[in-house]
Every structure is written in structure tokens, then in C-alpha cells.
């Protein structure tokens, strides 16, 4: 009898608490994700030439305001020389420096460099030879190296871990790799062949099987930038150049995942807020345009930005649609573009309507990267 009491006695504290943790979930509030974009880090190659090495700047949305030369704020040092370009993964932030052999790996909320990978060091000097850009997935980041390219061999593209940051695989793929992008379990990489329009190729690497395979086309001058949306993968060709470096054939093709090539709008710089491809058509000496080529219907429009100089990067925010328009100052000595001087972005809404204009950004604009992260919010 005591035994059967106690058992009830247990069982009725049980199903009190158990009431009582259901009410207290009845109350508590129902959190919902929500993506946010904070800034954009701006990466800049530097000037050779006028002795300015790479730099870093960021632009702080809530503040309105750029912080130049970000980097070296953040870490008391230069990020070297012929910065090349800029990606975010997880928590850290990825900076590729072409002319130093090295990636930079930072905290993405402080700046401060917790890793800097040497190239040669992990790859040797002959295939670590010029990184050129990054992409994270599954735990590691993949990387371009120009590698053996200069001397008449392919380029590289490794892999290493994001935690112990070691050499995972490499893949041997075209000449003068530069961009790369991540497709329906595939790495696709645009073989820029140094703009000689001997052996461009867009590689494809399987990376399951390990296998590459190469994507060859009339259409494929000089890839460099490529990124992907949806199951396509769209690239930006710089074209040819002849004697006088008049360009012809420059902008964006599609490739599909059966390697076909289409090409879509002129352009001579790229970005995209995930839908749309926004370009700058701005061959040298000639007049600049605009594009825009929605991947939904297949429709292309003009228009027109205000205050834009001479653009050297355009990017759209993938959370807002803002676009922005990285350019070039207007050097007061020589009446063209100041590529030794620092640049300025212009802020964009979803409609092309200027919203704001931030002063002092990099000096030799490349790449740029958003600051997204996602909080929670009450529902």
C-alpha cells in the first residue's frame, strides 16, 4: 500500500511539473531569425607604382561612416602589398594578398588577424605562387593560386581546413586561375589565361570524385569574376585588348551545368543581390553604361547612377538589394581617374535612387564583401 501511494505521489509531481513547464512555454516568446547586413569591407589592390600597398576599409551602416585603412587600425601592420581580394565564412574574414603569398584569416567583428597562411609555404613556391580568391564550404576554404601558370604550366586551386588551417587537396585546373564559385556540388573556376586568349578555360571540379574537367567555348577570352545563382553559373569576361588596349568582347556569360556558354550583358565589372546582375560597362576611353539582367525572366534594362566617376567595383547587398558603386576619383591634375587616390562609394536603394555617398574608401578598389550574420528577434 505504501508502495502504490508513493508511486502516485511521484507520477501527480510529474504531471504538476510537466503542467507547469507547458505554461511557461505557452508564455515564453517566439523567436524568429532574421538576416542582417551591418557594413561592407572594401578591399583595394593599393598602386604599385605610386609605392601604396593593399588596404582594407569598412563602411558601418548604423554609423553611416567609413573607417579607412580598417586593417591596419585593427592589427598596427599593413595587409601588404597588391591585395587581391576578400570573402566571408562563418565567423572570420578571409583577405587574399597576390603580391605577399598570403591569406590573411581575421575575425570578421574586430579585424583582428588570427591566422596569416603563407602560400608557398603550404603549397611550395612554384604551385603557392599568386593567390587571387577564396571560397568556404564544409569547413574549408578554397583558393586560386596562379602557380606554375608564368612558366607555361596550370594553375591550382587548394583546399585547406578552417580550424587548423591545413593543406587539405589541391586540383590541378587551367592557366592563370582567378575567381571560383560553388555550383550543384561542384567548384568552377575561371581560367583567365592572363588576357593572351591562348588557353582561357572555365575548369570544373567534381568535388566528390575529385575529377576537373575543362569548359572550353568561343565565348571564353578572359574569364575572371564568376559567381553562381540558383543552378547557373554566370562569369564576367574581360574580353581581348589590342595594341592601344581598346577592349571589345567584355561582360557576363552564363554557363549551365552542362557547359553551356551563353552570353548575356556588356560589362567590365559585375555584382549581383542574388536575382539580379548589376554591371558596369566601362571599357577605357570610352562612355560608361549600365546594366542590369534579371536571371528570373531573362530581361535586360539600362540605368543611369548618379555621381559616378569612373567605377571600378559594383556590388548589390544580398539582404537589402542595395547597390553600390565603388569609384574612382576624378584626378585634379590630369582631369581622369586617380587610381593612387583613395575612392568613394556610392549607396544605392533596390530602384537606383542615391541614398548616401562615403568618402575616403580604398585606394585601387577590387573586391568587397558584405558583413552579414543573423539574429533573433521576437515573433
Known amino acids: 500500500m505504501k508502495k502504490y501511494l508513493l508511486s502516485f505521489a511521484v507520477v501527480a509531481m510529474a504531471m504538476s511539473l510537466m503542467t ?107 604551385d603557392g605562387m599568386s593567390p587571387r580568391a577564396a571560397i568556404g564550404y564544409e569547413g574549408k576554404l578554397y583558393f586560386t593560386c596562379y602557380g606554375a601558370s608564368a612558366t607555361g604550366g596550370n594553375g591550382i586551386v587548394a583546399a585547406i581546413d578552417t580550424i587548423g588551417f591545413a593543406k587539405q587537396q589541391t586540383y590541378t585546373v587551367g592557366s592563370y586561375p582567378d575567381g571560383l564559385t560553388l555550383c550543384g556540388g561542384y567548384i568552377f573556376v575561371a581560367n583567365s589565361d592572363y588576357g593572351m586568349n591562348v588557353k ?29 545563382i540558383g543552378n547557373d553559373v554566370y562569369y564576367l569576361d574581360y574580353g581581348t585588348y589590342d595594341e592601344n588596349w581598346n577592349q571589345t568582347g567584355q561582360g557576363v556569360r552564363k554557363i549551365t551545368m552542362d557547359g553551356k556558354v551563353t552570353k548575356l550583358i556588356a560589362g567590365t565589372t559585375m555584382g549581383t543581390d542574388g536575382k539580379r546582375i548589376f554591371t558596369a ?71 537606383g535612387k542615391l541614398v548616401k555617398k562615403y568618402e575616403n574608401t580604398a585606394t585601387g578598389p577590387i573586391s568587397v564583401v558584405f558583413n552579414t550574420h543573423t539574429e533573433y528577434v521576437k515573433q
Do not use: R
Request: glycine content about 8%; overall charge negative.
Open 20 to 126: 507547469a513547464c507547458s505554461s511557461d512555454d505557452d508564455d515564453a516568446p517566439v523567436m524568429k531569425p532574421v538576416d542582417v547586413s551591418s557594413g561592407m569591407f572594401i578591399v583595394g589592390s593599393g598602386n604599385k607604382s605610386a609605392g601604396i600597398d593593399g588596404n582594407v576599409s569598412y563602411i558601418d551602416y548604423s554609423k553611416g561612416v567609413t573607417v579607412p585603412n580598417a586593417f591596419q587600425a585593427a592589427n598596427g601592420k599593413s595587409v601588404g602589398k597588391t591585395a587581391n581580394y576578400i570573402t566571408a565564412y562563418g565567423s572570420k574574414l578571409y583577405i587574399v594578398v597576390d603580391g605577399e603569398a598570403t591569406i590573411w584569416v581575421c575575425n570578421k567583428q574586430t579585424l583582428k588577424v588570427e591566422k596569416q597562411i603563407s602560400t608557398t609555404q603550404l603549397l611550395g613556391d612554384a
Open 200 to 228: 582561357p578555360t572555365i575548369s570544373k571540379i567534381d568535388l566528390k570524385s575529385g575529377a576537373v574537367s575543362e569548359i572550353k567555348d568561343a565565348a571564353i577570352t578572359n574569364p575572371m569574376h564568376i559567381l553562381t
Open 281 to 351: 560597362d566601362a571599357p577605357y576611353g570610352k562612355e560608361v553604361k549600365y546594366y542590369i539582367y534579371d536571371t528570373a525572366t531573362g530581361g535586360t534594362s539600362t540605368w543611369e547612377p548618379a555621381d559616378i566617376f569612373s567605377p571600378a567595383v559594383i556590388a548589390a547587398d544580398p539582404i537589402t538589394s542595395n547597390i553600390f558603386i565603388v569609384s574612382y576619383q576624378k584626378n585634379p591634375d590630369t582631369g581622369y581617374a586617380g587610381y593612387a587616390l583613395p575612392s568613394y562609394t556610392n549607396q544605392y536603394d533596390a530602384t
